[in-house]
């Protein structure tokens, strides 16, 4: 059977005359994961059976398509995702054999909206990296040349909607976990405001940093999404009661001359962040920048001082968070014991258990709270200025698997463009704007104040409209 | 950073060769980190959380309670009778 739908909006038009059926869609993605997933390594689990089965109920209850936005949608869930009844590893051994016991609610907000899960996406073990390389399962290879990696830690879940094995896939972002890979694979990522999706059931890395995203093809697409996993829940004390609106109606509406800030920190990194930056990703992101012009915005350069510490800030708070939350993992209720943890996990656990130790607290963990502080005024100043801000999202090209592993430091420097607006909360969203050498993807972002995600997806579809990135499709 | 005691208090067994291997990774880490002591925060509230929500509560709520027998509570049983 030949694909004929593109995006959640084609599929439901197809359904709704009969052109095809939910069964008919699913079993053409889990022909396709079989076909490709061997090469790629993104799916950990596929549960093929149980989306072939709900698939078939929706064959017959095409009436309710009206009333449910992810109708007959194929989504796969990063492996931090709780799925009741189904293994959620982590991408870790620890937790190798481990079936959830319930699910988050963000999986059952996908699943109530009438989305159909495919399975399990390999991911860096406990959202610990940017590459992939730290699954213990092996590496997730990017789709548009395999010998190089995906980006992380939601690797797999930036595959799956570059080589089609998904139309929606669901991910987290705590330094970078969602726009990172969006970026080396060449596909739309969001990742919302702090608070606006629950976090419940969802595997903790850094609490006050962690953000439940989506990628998917398209800008519009991510739109749909967030209006079905956004919103209030009792479960999670930290999830916001903001209202949410009907993201995706308001796409047609056209904005005018929006101001749009420009880091000059970001653009035009010295040798003191990281080693510089890639040319192609300078080019490639000013490309970006201009066509946002010609459409008919301003381009407002701006200040975010605090930025070369925003890094070391993040690696003080986050490793402290993750050592917290990764205490629970004793081997004695569920899963192995801690000698299962990877070399990341236990280089993370020991920076954060050494932060928090009596006599560093301060001047580490107290001090990086400070830090943030200040970063989170920069971004505020930015706002009062700009209504969003446009950057890089990666100072480099995809590398090949293996190539960094041995320096984790030189990793967690790449990181430097994506965590700030994490430690300030904030949206953002990753959007394909070209082409490297050897084929690789690069993408730029877009970030607006707590809560208006609308801006992003306004100017992120104006953009999508007048290029062709998004469309392209890697040869497999 | 003294390896084998905080992976004592963060309960990681580590090996020798584990030791050896994670100490100068951590040095380098813990000295990029360390720049942050040069920023002058003297006037500055630490951030904790971005929500900009504070005590988020509920009223209490009762739900049925487990069945009583006179002074005990009734549950279903945990040893099988064999």
Redesign the interface.
Known sequence: MTKIWTDISSLHKLYKTKKIKPSEVVQWYLDRIASLNPRLNAYLTVTGDQALHRAKEMDDSLADIDSNPLFGVPVAFKDLYMTKGVKTTAGSKVLENHIAQYSATAVDRYLKAGAIMLGKLNCDAWAHGSSGENSDFGPTHNPWNTDYVPGGSSSGSAAVIAADMAMITAGTDTGGSIRCPASFCGVTGLKPT??RVSRYGIIAMAS?LDSIGHLTSSVEDSARVLAVTAGYD?HD??S?PNPVTGYADKLNVKKNGMKIGVPKEYLRLGSTMTAGMDSEVEDLTEKALQKLQSLGHELVEISLPHTP?SL??Y??IQPAEV?SNL?RY?GIRYGNN??A?G?EA??R???G??NL?AGYYD??Y?????????V?DDFNKAFSQVDVIAAPVMPHLPFKIGEKVSD??SL?LEDVLTVPIN???LPAISIPCGFAQNNLPVGFQLMAP?FQEDLLFQLGYQYQQSTDWHHAQPNL | MDVAHVAKLANLPLTTDEEKKFQPQLEQILDYVSQLQKIDTSNVIPTSQVTGKVNATRDDQTSPCLRLDKDYFKVSAIFEND
């Open positions: 702090y608070g006050s009792p004390a930290t916001s510490s070391a800030c690696y003080i050592s205490s004793d801690r000698s943890f070399a236990k280089r656990i020991m920076l258990t050494y130790s001047a580490y107290n001090t990086a709270q400070k830090v943030r502080t200040l989170i984790p430091l967690y430690l300030a909360g707590q």
